[in-house]
């Protein structure tokens, strides 16, 4: 919640990059309707607005970036699974430092965890962000998580970049992990403790 708008197979998209998804070419400004989910429910609802942050899946984690390269000044962090940021980093330049989280499958077919001639790779896409936030250009490793139910053991490896000025930089790698996976039950608990760490 919230979802995009409907295309021409009536199918929900959200019009992110030039990678993802506006396929249809319809141009939505979506940038500005989750700019207006977020004043919405700031009004109707007892929100700190230093605590807003986002979370999206493939075409909702290219969203969700999409927001922190425009938006940045109006939310605390994001993670994205399985989504991207633009391929042109110049394209993304947020206003203030960002915490981003970006958890990838090594095995997704959908959105390519090595990237592709329109899509960083998931590194890529955090490394923008490491850059940005004034963090050290090499990432360390943290210690290993557990988030994929049907990969035994902890399955998804961590890269944190260190020394950030503002915000945070992480790659959760699910190894073997596809572009749908079979979330723990405290997959949630762990991104939250991601994001709660920051405010703005």
């Not at 995009?4 to 940038?31: E, Q, Y």
């Not at 969203?63 to 425009?70: K, S, T, V």
């Not at 890529?124 to 053991?153: H, K, M, Q, W, Y």
């Not at 020394?163 to 996976?181: Q, R, S, V, Y």
Request: net charge neutral; proline share 6%; with cysteine.
């Amino acid at each position: 919640v919230p979802d995009g708008l409907p295309d021409s197979r009536r199918l929900r998209f959200w019009n992110a990059t030039d990678a993802c998804c506006d396929f249809g070419g319809r141009a939505v400004d979506d940038v500005a309707y989750v700019t207006a989910v977020i004043d919405d429910m700031s009004a109707r609802y007892r929100v700190d607005p230093s605590r807003v942050y986002l979370v999206g899946h493939s075409n909702g984690g290219y969203m969700a970036y999409r927001m922190a390269c425009d938006r940045a000044d109006r939310i605390a962090g994001i993670a994205s699974l399985a989504g991207a940021n633009w391929k042109d980093t110049s394209r993304c330049r947020p206003s203030v430092s960002i915490p981003v989280v970006q958890i990838h499958g090594t095995k997704d077919d959908n959105v390519p965890y090595a990237g592709n001639v329109v899509t960083p790779t998931a590194k890529e896409s955090v490394a923008s962000f490491a850059a940005s936030n004034g963090c050290g250009a090499t990432p360390t490793d943290g210690p290993a998580r557990d988030i994929e139910r049907r990969l035994p053991g902890s399955e998804t490896t961590v890269l944190r970049w260190q020394g950030c000025k503002g915000g945070a930089a992480e790659l959760w790698t699910i190894t073997d992990g596809a572009h749908i996976p079979t979330l723990t039950a405290d997959f949630p608990a762990q991104v939250y403790g991601f994001l709660s760490a920051f405010s703005r």
